[in-house]
């Protein structure tokens, strides 16, 4: 368990996105409606085949403090995503993958997330530059 990461997404996404992303985004959330329901264990939620439920763990973060939560809500001009999760080293791929996804499809641009290893201070941010991710290490001014 000491390979935890701290994951922080908030996006807006447009109106016009496909119907297999939102379906895809409900899985890792957990959502009651998506093909497999989520685990709340630690570092991600229930497999379904090859894929794991990375934004589906609720309550109490175990390793990086404050509460994991993820909820997706249909906005005025399309859709509002914030999740807060604790993923194991393991998951990253996946979730940089499903960030990939969510980033083509985004109406927010510049920072939409952030990655910590538990035990560090500083995160890395997830910036959106015109439908691509950028992680952008961040380090004290020298």
């Given amino acids: 368990m000491g390979d935890m990461y701290a994951v922080d997404l908030a996006l807006d ?3 016009t996105v496909p119907a297999a992303v939102l379906d895809e985004l409900r899985f890792h959330l957990g959502a009651p409606d998506a093909p497999s329901g989520a685990d709340q264990g630690d570092g991600g939620g229930e497999s379904e085949g090859d894929l794991t439920a990375l934004l589906a763990g609720r309550g109490p973060a175990r ?11 249909r ?7 914030t999740a807060r999760q604790e993923l194991h080293a393991e998951l ?6 499903l960030v990939e996804r969510l980033a083509l499809h985004a109406r927010t641009e510049g920072v939409i ?3 910590r290893f538990y035990e560090e201070w500083v995160p890395e941010l997830l910036i959106n530059r015109s439908g691509t991710p950028v992680r952008m290490p961040l380090g004290p001014r020298g």
């Fill in 75 to 81: 906005a005025r001009d399309g859709w509002a995503l």
């Fill in 92 to 97: 990253l791929p996946e979730l940089h993958a």
């Fill in 113 to 115: 997330g952030q990655i």
């Fill in 63 to 73: 390793r990086i403090g404050g509460v994991r939560t993820g909820e997706l809500v």
């Fill in 13 to 15: 996404l447009a109106p």
